[in-house]
């Protein structure tokens, strides 16, 4: 079965499947498209904390055990103002919209590889894996490791993650926690004097974080050198509902970042900021997610770095879902597009780089399958 790829990542775009929408439209045309292409589809849905419903797709084709996985999610950031983003537009070598780079352009090159096979050609299965939440946390990624029967029945060997990497095989990548941390005061107009700002009073605690951010910035132990940049980003976003210059702020909250890397300190790292919200008595929630760290000079990367004439697996900041697949399969990240347009007003990638992942794809499959 011939797909073009260009023609399929069009389509894809044309059908907004924002994060905070439910993805059941793209993943019915999904499944109806790789039903042609010769997989069994297993669907799993779910209705997600806001009572939306979200569909996540596992296709197999061909029989036997190992073989390879490749997969990606549907769902996108928001559209965003200033532009068409869910009208595709073919400009200068570019495919304009959103998701064009993360990720429904990876994701067609991946459909259009597995779709010139038949499952007479595989010595071993091929897994198409197509998630929703990607941008919640992982949380489709997360839910089909758990509840797949195609997954769990027979994992794949190997596990590509088919995220953006301009064709780059990437063996590790930073992981992250996320900590929110509250302050409650009392509203009252200023000229009462009978409010208690909670501004104020997490503004000791604001203090000690900008210290912090340059402890993490400048000793080496909370770094790690094989990543570029090697520091592990902790930022800071404050909100206190837009209160009125005359009103003491009822409430603020402070969400924190910091990305994790393998040899730097995290967990203490973490625990640095948790123990200081609560040394102020603060609300403090928070959550982790680990890093990606696989074999550099592995199978699988010897296999990524035949079908792409690249010299070595590489390293890089952002997260992907490899982390999700890593306990379960030798996972590696390898896809077309560049993640500086992921989440951007005008977001793009290259025709040429959506060609290329379609061959790149289709030599490791017949690496690893054939």
Request: proline content about 5%; some cysteine; glycine content about 10%.
């Amino acid at each position: 079965m011939d797909i073009d790829v260009v023609e399929l990542t069009s389509e894809l775009i044309a059908i907004p499947s924002e994060t905070p929408t439910s993805n059941r439209a793209i993943s019915d045309f999904l499944r109806g498209v790789l039903e042609e292409g010769g997989f069994a589809v297993e669907e799993l849905a779910y209705i997600d904390q806001f009572d939306v419903e979200k569909v996540s797709l596992v296709a197999k084709k061909g029989a036997g055990t190992g073989g390879l996985g490749l997969f990606s999610h549907s769902d996108t950031v928001p559209g965003d103002a200033g532009w068409e983003p869910f009208t595709p537009v073919l400009e200068d070598g570019r495919l304009v919209g959103r998701g064009s780079a993360d990720m429904k352009g990876p994701l067609a090159a991946s459909i259009a590889a597995a779709c010139r096979f038949n499952a007479a050609d595989l010595e071993r299965p091929l897994v198409i894996g197509v998630t929703a939440d990607e941008e919640r946390a992982h949380v489709g990624a997360h839910d089909i490791v758990k509840r797949s029967q195609t997954l769990t029945s027979n994992w794949p060997q190997y596990c590509i993650v088919c995220e953006p990497s301009q064709l780059q095989p990437v063996y590790a990548h930073k992981g992250g926690a996320g900590i929110t941390v509250t302050a409650h005061g009392v509203a009252a107009h200023t000229s009462t004097d009978k409010g208690v700002s909670a501004n104020f009073k997490i503004a000791p605690f604001l203090a000690e974080m900008a210290e912090l951010a340059q402890t993490f910035r400048t000793e080496e132990r909370f770094q790690n050198p094989l990543f570029d940049p090697p520091t592990n980003g902790f930022n800071l976003v404050i909100s206190d509902g837009d209160t009125a210059t005359n009103v003491t702020a009822a409430r603020t909250v402070v969400r924190l970042g910091i990305r994790a890397m393998p040899d730097a300190c995290f967990d203490e790292a973490v625990q640095m900021v948790l123990e200081r919200a609560e040394a102020h008595g603060l609300d403090v929630v928070h959550r982790k997610g680990s890093p990606f760290f696989a074999d550099a000079h592995g199978p699988l990367a010897q296999a990524a770095c035949r079908a792409t004439g690249a010299p070595r697996a590489v390293t890089v900041p952002y997260g992907t879902e490899a982390s999700c697949y890593q306990t379960y399969m030798d996972a590696l990240v390898l896809g077309p597009g560049n993640i500086d347009q992921a989440h951007t007003v005008g977001e793009w990638i290259a025709v040429e780089q959506l060609h290329g992942a379609v061959e790149v794809y289709t030599r490791l499959i017949e690496d690893l399958c054939g």
